[in-house]
């Protein structure tokens, strides 16, 4: 558009002295293109001639100047050449592809189609309508064609259902109303055996662990039972499962308990202990990180180990599968960025088997 108006601005000023002195206008204009073409040959010496832009605009307006029939002999192109470098700085004037680039509807931000990938993604049911709604709701206004059109351009199906859910998401979504209980026993330093459980909650992690006794007998372990699921209520954390295996000691009283809660008992198959893993894998950590380094002396002994345990493995010992915080963590910790300014605290579990650390303050 620029380049046009400056052409016919040219064209306009060179027809002045045309006006006025007809006689020599076409000399001078001759003499006009020589002197510009040999500026053109002097910056491009010794290469090939190559004419910008602003060289084209100048030969076009003074040919206007110049009858046609002695172009061939003043200008160094052609006739053809000149008067296609007129109709080209002509048409730009009513070129309006930079114009029509600009109009129409704004491009979709690419942080909002992240924002429509992520929760289609994340929920696999949702069409492009219930999409759209919730970025609404999230005060993302946007059209359900656009939520349509970014899906489609993704190569995922607009409409549910996108795709099932894997083993790991639907195990995750039904661990907060999984129990798991199992046996273990442990030695004192006299060589006796004594027996205690352990049920594990797979949605928090957090363990229940009872007291130990050397007659694991069906009285006491419905009693086991019904201490477990009046703690469980206590937190509003009613099973929906009971995950156990096959032992005998696990009687129909057993099972009445949390049938009572309207939990489902769940039997893994005989002699498959990873059926039960993450109870399994609890009670290796309870030898590992304890029973192993205490010399148990008596069942009172044993109780306290377990009580106190259970207490720092529920408060403090942090988990990988809550992003390393213990299982009653309610809220992430809080970044800690002067070190020089906090003093560290020592607490001893199990007589120094076991050590808890916190900031001052």
């Not at 259902?161 to 998401?169: A, H, L, Y």
């Not at 960025?337 to 199990?350: A, F, K, S, V």
Request: proline share 6%.
């Amino acid at each position: 558009m620029i380049v046009s108006l400056l052409y016919k601005v040219a064209r306009r000023l060179l027809s002045v002295p045309g006006v006025l002195l007809r006689r020599d206008t076409a000399k001078d204009a001759e003499v006009l293109v020589l002197r510009h073409e040999n500026t053109v040959l002097r910056r491009q010496l010794k290469t090939q001639v190559r004419y910008e832009p602003s060289d084209r605009l100048w030969f076009a307006a003074l040919s206007s100047l110049i009858p046609r029939h002695r172009w061939s002999r003043v200008f160094p192109v052609t006739p053809g050449t000149l008067l296609a470098w007129h109709r080209q700085l002509i048409a730009a004037k009513w070129d309006y592809s930079a114009r029509r680039a600009r109009t129409g509807r704004p491009p979709t931000a690419a942080a909002l189609k992240r924002l429509v990938l992520q929760l289609a993604h994340e929920n696999p049911r949702w069409g492009h309508r219930r999409i759209q709604g919730e970025l609404s709701r999230l005060g993302h206004p946007i059209a359900s064609s656009t939520v349509w059109k970014i899906l489609n351009a993704a190569g995922l199906d607009p409409a549910p259902r996108r795709t099932g859910p894997t083993w790991r998401d639907f195990l995750i979504a039904q661990a907060d109303g999984i129990v798991a209980a199992d046996f273990f026993h442990l030695d004192t330093v006299l060589g006796k055996r004594l027996y205690a459980m352990a049920f594990l909650e797979h949605g928090s992690r957090r363990l229940h662990v009872t007291g130990a006794t050397a007659h694991p007998a069906a009285g006491w372990v419905v009693q086991q039972a019904r201490n477990t699921a009046v703690s469980l209520g206590e937190r509003d954390r009613s099973p929906r499962f009971l995950l156990r295996d096959r032992d005998a000691k696990y009687t129909a009283a057993f099972d009445a308990v949390f049938a009572a809660e309207e939990a489902e008992v769940l039997l893994s198959a005989p002699q498959a202990p990873r059926m039960n893993a993450h109870c399994e894998r609890v009670i290796g950590t309870i030898r590992r990180e304890a029973l192993d380094h205490v010399l148990i002396l008596n069942e009172a002994h044993a109780t306290r180990v377990l009580a106190e345990f259970a207490r720092h493995y529920n408060t403090h010992r942090p988990h990988r599968a809550r992003h390393q915080r213990p299982p009653e963590a309610t809220e992430p910790t809080t970044p800690v960025h002067n070190l020089e300014d906090r003093r560290l605290l020592r607490t001893r579990i199990l007589g120094g088997t076991i050590n808890e650390y916190r900031y001052a303050g």
